[in-house]
């Protein structure tokens, strides 16, 4: 009589497999998020240099779960999660309220005055220190002994008011830099006497429409976890 029998593997096998399926679905986890965070980032960055907001992408950064130490978040039962977070790496006041108002529209008003001062883009951008220049910084800054005091006078409208230099002289060519006239009140070779020049112009209040969408942007890059997490565990 014959009597055939199988033998299975060993409960331990079991586990041991049981053990490198789910640490490869943890890598795998913790990868893909990193992949989405950086993708995000990069996309962000894009999509406000392509929007005409300069270097404002740069303040954002993303740190992953991978970045801080490689662990997963482990919730009750086998449910397990790694993620993301996308953050603005910056102290500048200024520099996140520009984030703010590109990306979610504003109305900007002067917070400790009447006006809100534009300056000309033929002015020097910033002063000493590093400071960027102002009505308030015009004396302390020596731009008012550079280039002369500035004289109140009404704007176009009644919301506005300009700031203006009556003489200053400007280049001929390239950058304008106005400078103080000579005594004499003649201009020197290669630059040309200007009357009434607009250093600031100060304005009630200003509206910023927001111009990149980053929730719709995170959100495209989430519709492509899957993809990103089949990538890793394939490898």
Do not use: C
Not at 58 to 78: F, L, M, P, W
Not at 97 to 119: C, K, M, S
Not at 217 to 226: K, Q
Request: proline share 6%.
């Amino acid at each position: 009589m014959f009597k055939p029998s199988v033998t299975g593997p060993s409960s331990s096998h079991f586990r041991e497999l049981e053990r490198q399926i789910r640490e490869k679905a943890e890598r795998a986890l913790l990868a893909a998020s990193h992949d989405a965070g950086r993708l995000a980032t990069s996309r962000l960055r894009d999509a406000m240099s392509g929007a005409g907001l300069g270097r404002l992408g740069r303040a954002i950064e993303a740190t992953s779960d991978q970045d801080k130490g490689g662990r997963v978040h482990r919730s009750s039962g086998r449910e397990l999660s790694a993620s993301s977070a996308i953050h603005l790496n910056t102290r500048s006041e200024r520099t996140v309220g520009a984030i703010e108002a590109y990306t979610r529209g504003a109305n900007i008003r002067p917070r400790d005055a009447h006006w809100l001062w534009i300056p000309s883009p033929e002015l020097q951008r910033r002063v000493k220190g590093g400071r960027r220049v102002t009505p308030a910084n015009w004396q302390s800054s020596g731009l008012a002994t550079r280039i002369g005091p500035l004289v109140k006078i009404p704007g176009s409208h009644a919301g506005e008011v300009l700031l203006i230099v009556p003489a200053v002289t400007v280049r001929q060519q390239g950058s304008p830099s106005p400078r103080r006239p000579p005594k004499s009140g003649k201009a020197r070779a290669g630059r040309v006497l200007r009357e009434n020049f607009v250093a600031f112009t100060g304005i009630r209040s200003t509206s910023r429409q927001a111009r990149v969408d980053p929730h719709r942007i995170i959100d495209g890059v989430r519709a492509e976890l899957p993809n990103l997490i089949a990538k890793h565990l394939e490898k």
